[in-house]
Each structure stands twice: as C-alpha cells, then as structure tokens.
C-alpha cells in the first residue's frame, strides 16, 4: 500500500473544502502544490478517481522517489514525515470519514443501515477493515465485508474488499458461475459465498443477496 492510500483509506474528498483550501480544478482532476522543507522541496497532489502524490526535489527539478524506498536513511526519513504530515492535514480538512475503503462497499453499507436499521460492527482491533452486519433480534450475522489480499481468491496481489453473505446450499453452484463470485472466504462454504466489492458486481445483484441472507437467518 502506498503512503497515500494508508493515509486516505476509509475517506472520501469533499469537493467545496478542496477548493476552499487551495485545490484547483482542471477537467475535474483537483490539483495542489506546497512547499516544504525549508522551499527545498515541492509537494504535488492530483485527486481524480484516487489520489496521487509526488514530491519535486527544487534543486534537481525531478521527483523524489527515495521517500518510497522501505528503509530511508534519516534525512530521507524527515522528508517523508513533513509529506505525511501534509497528506494527513489535507485529510483532516478536505475529507470525511467513511466506513470503507471502497466507494461500493459503502454504498452497500449505506443501503444496509437504511434497509436494516443496522451498522457496521468492526468487532478486531487488529482487522480494522472488516466488519459484521446482524440482525438485532437474533443476533446472527447475516453480512461481513472484510479487506484482504485479492490473492487469497485468485492470482493478483493487490487489497480489495469483499462481503460474505449466507446462501442455500443448494443454489451455490449457479452463483459460482457468475463473475465476481466465489466460493466464501472464511466462512462455511456450504452456506456462505464471497463476493468482490470493486464494482464486478451490480449492486442491485449484491443487494439481492444480501436480502435473501437476511431473510435466511431471520427465519
């Protein structure tokens, strides 16, 4: 995971902050420069579909990528921090919390506490991206949307996320079938299934899903 997606996971921008805090809009691409470091240094910010950050060495007038070497040397280091520093004030005042990582597990998270009248529990400290959803009478989970290594389900290494939600056993296969199903991770695979939540999948098919495990576990 790169520096800025650790520092602006789970956080969505909002536009009229941006501007207000010096972003501008070029082809609805949001831009910003600061200088750090003493001016030795410039900061470059681009917000399209995800947000990219570069640092321009003043002298040489080219990138700075010793920032994204593993073990920087200390003055390699303090550069690194004053960026992180930047990213996490323009964090703190042009964008807003979320549930998730991904703009489709949100909004199926949003069409769950609206439809259920329940949020996300994030019960693991140390799995702060994955959450259950249960039913408030019964107490059973009838979702859990988790983040985890793609590879897990097949060969790319990249983190995404998923959500689990319970099935007829006997209507598996057919789902299996369809792109963006598999077979559920970390759950019973007789009465589960996973689904990837990177827009493979129609939210209107999640949803189906996600009521028809409701109902399962309502019964």
Known sequence: MTIEEEIFKKSKPNIKQLEKYGFKKENNIYKYKEKIMGNEF??????????KGQIIDLNTKEEYTNIRLQNPGTYVNKVKEEYKKTLKKIKENCFEE???MMPQSNRITNYIIKKYNVEPEFLWKKLDGSAVFRNKKNKKWFGIIMDINKNKLEKENKIIEIINTKIKEET????????????????????????????????????????????????
């Open 98 to 100: 979320e549930y998730f």
């Open 172 to 219: 598996k296969e057919t789902l299996l079938k369809n792109k963006g199903f598999y077979e559920a991770y970390h759950m019973n695979k007789k009465n589960w299934i996973t689904m990837i939540l990177d827009e493979t999948i129609e939210d209107k098919i999640i949803i189906k899903q996600i009521e028809e495990s409701y109902n399962l576990i309502n019964k």
């Open 42 to 51: 410039e900061v470059k910010i681009i917000i399209d579909k995800e947000i």
